[in-house]
């Protein structure tokens, strides 16, 4: 894995003759979807743009980064504004469907519904005590998850990629109708494989030491 970190890098120029296979695409759309995420409420969406013709529109309001029209594949990460009470009872109503086959591996206090309802009453605390931009701002915090966890299977499985929030958030919206679904675009990761003539896939990376990074208490 510290192989495959170190061979990381943004990449800025993809090589468009290489595309990421299907079973590739399937592995990394399954680890976004497993990323961890605060009472794992999930308030994001990918918006994956296969679309050529949206990915050009895209490329004008991202300061023309080639990365969005030159890579295999283009993933768009969104968040809710408008995380509410309804969110939780949905995210409550599926996790009862899903662990109902588990109910004998729960401790006998877990099995109650005193202790559910205590625990989407927490959740719910939790959401109306935020402002709409404290929402909005934790939202994007978790799409960070997303993010990271993307890189580092990329890594892992030699896929190059590049983070970007270098883009019109409004355009962004406005292009891919997230405004009328609650959901405002964060950050983009561009997915596919390294050019031979990107120049920065031959530099060192550069990292600061453990001993600066790390404090130990």
Request: hydrophobic share 40%.
């Amino acid at each position: 894995m510290i192989n495959a970190l170190n061979r990381h890098y943004a990449t800025k120029r993809f090589d468009t003759n290489k595309k990421l296979s299907q079973d590739n695409v399937n592995i990394l759309l399954e680890a976004a979807r497993l990323s961890p995420s605060s009472f794992g409420l999930q308030p994001w969406r990918g918006i994956h743009v296969i679309n050529p013709e949206t990915r050009k529109q895209l490329q004008e309001h991202s300061r023309g980064q080639t990365q969005i029209t030159e890579a295999s594949d283009l993933l768009v990460i969104a968040v809710k504004t408008n995380l509410q009470a309804s969110d939780v009872e949905e995210y409550i109503q599926s996790m009862k469907e899903i662990r109902s086959q588990d109910l004998d591996k729960l401790p006998e206090d877990a099995k109650s519904i005193e202790k559910l309802m205590e625990y989407k009453n927490m959740m719910i605390g939790t959401i109306e005590s935020k402002t709409q931009e404290q929402i909005k701002g934790w939202n994007q915090k978790q799409a960070y998850i997303v993010l990271w966890v993307l890189l580092a299977v990329c890594a892992n499985l030699e896929i190059d990629a590049c983070p970007m929030e270098g883009f019109d958030i409004d355009k962004y919206n406005e292009i891919l109708w997230l405004n009328k679904l609650w959901l405002t675009a964060t950050v983009v990761i561009t997915l596919g494989y390294r050019s031979s003539e990107d120049k920065y896939a031959h530099l060192t990376k550069v990292r600061y030491s453990k001993e600066k990074l790390i404090i130990q208490k």
